[in-house]
């Protein structure tokens, strides 16, 4: 057989080499898309976020200011029932009934607001958020009315009760779809104190051995913890009285007379009704303070200075304005989109975005909101506040946790090891937790590396790539 000539060898190999440049090529273009693309839908979950996130704190605002109105109102019907000689005020009990409905309203009009933000700019239904709505919809409906027989409101004539109305308004949102998760939700079958046992972020740090999390809240248990008899006693965990929405609630709480307030922390009943004549332009009898009536008031464990909740590692100098010196109502939201890929065997990149935001403003004597204890309507602004300033939510939708804290905490508090339940995830942990040897590698890593754990910003990616509590 004759042999080809060399020359053609040659060009057999330069095609080959040709082809392979050109697979290259492609794979560096489409992985140049594919990263421009992935920018791209970021930079759209960021702003769907933090749209969302003003949207809900808005909302907030909103809802504040008119039950505020409606505490000013009512001051003034006492007061003109009182100058009737009016013994009973049935105005002033409609205004307080009008309030406690919105204490449920707008929140929910807030929850409806963030959606329409997100979808505005291009977040689509999540699934799984729809799902988590609609179910817990169906819980309140269903259960609710037995688990919490006082009823925020009472219609005339019931049913439908104040349950069945909350729920069909969440009903009619999931049938919406939910693109923004409330990522604060506070639950009424919730439940989070100090107690490190009832802190569902110390499971949490057990299950991913986050030792940076035992650094910043739980180092000094890390290290000198034994065993299970040195728990302190668990607090007795009572189920609320409903007050505020589950979801972007305004952390509010009531008062049957303006005497009342000082025990909240709020100056003399005086000087409230000195702010009040402020807002209603009229003088009012001090009478009004001793009247019974629905006024609404900032709940002090809720509306604290936000100084007070700085962490003392927290990366923050200077002194924070009065008026902004407040914890409160504000509004956390999550959402998730996905950014496909065109690389061949490239998975699809899921994108997470949290945000939050929180409504602002003054009284008309210049003090912050909740100087008086009583709410009036100051609230004229909301900007975005870094996520980890923001209020967290309990065990919030985590499956189980009621469960846990009602019925297995007790038993392990009592018998140890012997007390956890099989199946229960949490239990799962304190099993973990009981080990000697993962409790050293914890302090060991510490040891070595404490000065890695600062608290920081992070940028989005699923998974939580950042420092932040729930992360971006």
């Given at each position: 057989?004759?042999?080809?000539?060399?020359?053609?060898?040659?060009?057999?190999?330069?095609?080959?080499?040709?082809?392979?440049?050109?697979?290259?090529?492609?794979?560096?273009?489409?992985?140049?898309?594919?990263?421009?693309?992935?920018?791209?839908?970021?930079?759209?979950?960021?702003?769907?976020?933090?749209?969302?996130?003003?949207?809900?704190?808005?909302?907030?605002?909103?809802?504040?200011?008119?039950?505020?109105?409606?505490?000013?109102?009512?001051?003034?019907?006492?007061?003109?029932?009182?100058?009737?000689?009016?013994?009973?005020?049935?105005?002033?009990?409609?205004?307080?009934?009008?309030?406690?409905?919105?204490?449920?309203?707008?929140?929910?009009?807030?929850?409806?607001?963030?959606?329409?933000?997100?979808?505005?700019?291009?977040?689509?239904?999540?699934?799984?958020?729809?799902?988590?709505?609609?179910?817990?919809?169906?819980?309140?409906?269903?259960?609710?009315?037995?688990?919490?027989?006082?009823?925020?409101?009472?219609?005339?004539?019931?049913?439908?009760t104040a349950w069945d109305n909350?729920?069909?308004?969440?009903?009619?949102?999931?049938?919406?779809?939910?693109?923004?998760?409330?990522?604060?939700?506070?639950?009424?079958?919730?439940?989070?104190?100090?107690?490190?046992?009832?802190?569902?972020?110390?499971?949490?740090?057990?299950?991913?051995?986050?030792?940076?999390?035992?650094?910043?809240?739980?180092?000094?248990?890390?290290?000198?913890?034994?065993?299970?008899?040195?728990?302190?006693?668990?607090?007795?965990?009572?189920?609320?009285?409903?007050?505020?929405?589950?979801?972007?609630?305004?952390?509010?709480?009531?008062?049957?007379?303006?005497?009342?307030?000082?025990?909240?922390?709020?100056?003399?009943?005086?000087?409230?009704?000195?702010?009040?004549?402020?807002?209603?332009?009229?003088?009012?009898?001090?009478?009004?303070?001793?009247?019974?009536?629905?006024?609404?008031?900032?709940?002090?464990?809720?509306?604290?200075?936000?100084?007070?909740?700085?962490?003392?590692?927290?990366?923050?100098?200077g002194t924070v304005k009065p008026?902004?010196?407040?914890?409160?109502?504000?509004?956390?939201?999550?959402?998730?989109?996905?950014?496909?890929?065109?690389?061949?065997?490239?998975?699809?990149?899921?994108?997470?975005?949290?945000?939050?935001?929180?409504?602002?403003?003054?009284?008309?004597?210049?003090?912050?909101?909740?100087?008086?204890?009583?709410?009036?309507?100051?609230?004229?602004?909301?900007?975005?506040?870094?996520?980890?300033?923001?209020?967290?939510?309990?065990?919030?939708?985590?499956?189980?946790?009621?469960?846990?804290?009602?019925?297995?905490?007790?038993e392990y508090v009592a018998r140890?090891?012997?007390?956890?339940?099989?199946?229960?995830?949490?239990?799962?942990?304190?099993?973990?937790?009981?080990?000697?040897?993962?409790?050293?590698?914890?302090?060991?890593?510490?040891?070595?590396?404490?000065?890695?754990?600062?608290?920081?910003?992070?940028?989005?990616?699923?998974?939580?790539?950042?420092?932040?509590?729930?992360?971006?």
């Amino acid at each position: 057989m004759k042999p080809r000539p060399p020359h053609r060898r040659r060009a057999g190999q330069t095609l080959i080499y040709l082809l392979m440049i050109c697979v290259i090529l492609a794979l560096v273009v489409l992985w140049n898309f594919d990263l421009h693309k992935v920018i791209s839908v970021k930079l759209r979950a960021q702003t769907a976020g933090d749209a969302a996130a003003l949207a809900a704190a808005r909302w907030q605002g909103i809802a504040l200011n008119l039950i505020g109105q409606l505490n000013v109102l009512q001051a003034v019907a006492i007061h003109e029932g009182i100058a009737r000689g009016q013994t009973e005020f049935p105005e002033a009990e409609l205004l307080g009934e009008l309030a406690a409905r919105m204490c449920y309203v707008g929140p929910v009009t807030a929850l409806a607001a963030s959606q329409l933000a997100a979808k505005n700019n291009r977040i689509f239904n999540n699934p799984e958020f729809t799902a988590l709505l609609a179910s817990h919809a169906e819980q309140v409906v269903q259960e609710y009315p037995n688990q919490f027989p006082i009823q925020p409101w009472t219609n005339a004539p019931s049913p439908p009760t104040a349950w069945d109305n909350y729920g069909t308004m969440l009903r009619v949102l999931a049938a919406q779809g939910i693109a923004a998760w409330p990522d604060n939700a506070l639950y009424y079958v919730d439940f989070r104190g100090d107690h490190l046992l009832l802190n569902p972020s110390f499971y949490d740090a057990i299950a991913s051995s986050d030792w940076c999390w035992f650094w910043h809240h739980a180092y000094s248990t890390l290290r000198s913890y034994m065993s299970w008899r040195e728990w302190d006693p668990l607090p007795l965990v009572r189920d609320p009285i409903p007050i505020n929405s589950e979801y972007f609630g305004l952390g509010l709480t009531k008062v049957s007379a303006l005497d009342d307030l000082p025990m909240l922390g709020a100056p003399s009943s005086r000087a409230v009704l000195q702010v009040l004549e402020l807002y209603a332009e009229r003088p009012l009898t001090s009478a009004v303070a001793r009247v019974s009536a629905q006024w609404y008031a900032y709940d002090p464990v809720r509306w604290r200075p936000w100084t007070s909740i700085i962490p003392a590692d927290f990366p923050f100098r200077g002194t924070v304005k009065p008026e902004y010196d407040y914890v409160g109502a504000d509004a956390s939201v999550r959402v998730e989109t996905r950014s496909d890929r065109a690389t061949p065997g490239a998975a699809p990149r899921w994108i997470t975005w949290t945000a939050a935001a929180k409504p602002f403003g003054t009284l008309e004597d210049g003090q912050r909101p909740n100087r008086y204890g009583l709410v009036l309507p100051a609230f004229r602004e909301v900007r975005l506040i870094p996520v980890d300033t923001a209020s967290g939510g309990g065990g919030g939708s985590r499956p189980g946790w009621s469960t846990h804290i009602r019925e297995h905490l007790p038993e392990y508090v009592a018998r140890g090891l012997d007390g956890l339940t099989p199946g229960c995830w949490y239990c799962d942990q304190l099993r973990t937790w009981e080990q000697l040897s993962f409790r050293q590698v914890g302090i060991e890593w510490l040891e070595r590396n404490s000065d890695r754990c600062r608290v920081h910003g992070g940028g989005p990616g699923r998974g939580g790539s950042g420092g932040t509590r729930r992360g971006h």
